[in-house]
């Protein structure tokens, strides 16, 4: 498929357009702002465009509700952290074709743009049965308990985008040490990729969350 990546973390975005191509689909455009969004869609008309629902300049929802109006031939996935089953049952009356969170395996994701592309719908029905995100506690809080610090460091310099080279150079570790890390990180988390690493670690709200340029993670990217 042909697509449009609109998500405020541009450093996920370029993870998950690596994986995307990979597969198969082309991404047209990735944008990390509502207006740049709505302008990438004018400009590509793609087949779909995956869609988070936090910006600085808008509500994702507005721009998945102006998109249909204005380019209903653009299928809206929303692509996002939050599980609240009144965000899921607005996205689904403005006519969005799927609903996934960002913690879903790659194969997932890829499975969920098939079914979109011949027409049927694609939503994460999981999600509408979880808890809200004000009653569950933060991910991140089980993440930290279980990573060494070493992995806690491997995990913060994946958040952050680092290539596995870029990785061993600044931790000064052989290759095959830091795919040791990865591995065990991957599996703490139950993930499958590092982009679902990410994913996952991206979800913590607390003050321990792996959120790009706060925290921790600010001072793993500002040693850059």
Do not use: W, Y
């Not at 982009?195 to 993670?217: D, E, K, T, W, Y």
Request: glycine share 8%.
């Amino acid at each position: 498929m042909r697509l449009v990546l609109c998500d405020s973390n541009r450093i996920f975005s370029e993870a998950l357009a690596s994986m995307l191509h990979a597969r198969g689909h082309q991404v047209l455009a990735i944008t990390t702002s509502a207006r740049e969004g709505i302008a990438a869609v004018v400009a590509n008309r793609p087949d779909a465009c995956l869609l988070d629902l936090r910006f600085s300049d808008g509500n994702g929802l507005d721009v998945a509700r102006a998109m249909r109006r204005s380019f209903p031939e653009t299928k809206i996935v929303v692509f996002s952290c939050m599980s609240e089953p009144s965000v899921m049952s607005e996205a689904k009356e403005i006519g969005v074709a799927g609903f996934l969170r960002k913690d879903q395996k790659p194969e997932a994701i890829t499975g969920a743009l098939e079914v979109i592309s011949v027409g049927r719908m694609a939503f994460d029905l999981g999600s509408s049965s979880r808890p809200s995100r004000r009653t569950m506690p933060s991910p991140t809080d089980e993440i930290m308990r279980n990573l060494t610090p070493r992995e806690r460091q491997v995990l913060q310099r994946i958040v952050a985008g680092q290539s596995t080279g870029q990785m061993a150079r600044e931790m000064n570790v052989a290759m095959s040490t830091l795919r040791s890390h990865i591995g065990r990180v991957l599996n703490k988390l139950g993930a499958q990729s590092q982009v679902q690493a990410a994913a996952i670690a991206s979800r913590g709200s607390g003050s321990n969350g792996f959120r790009h340029g706060s925290g921790p993670l600010s001072r793993v990217t500002a040693g850059r």
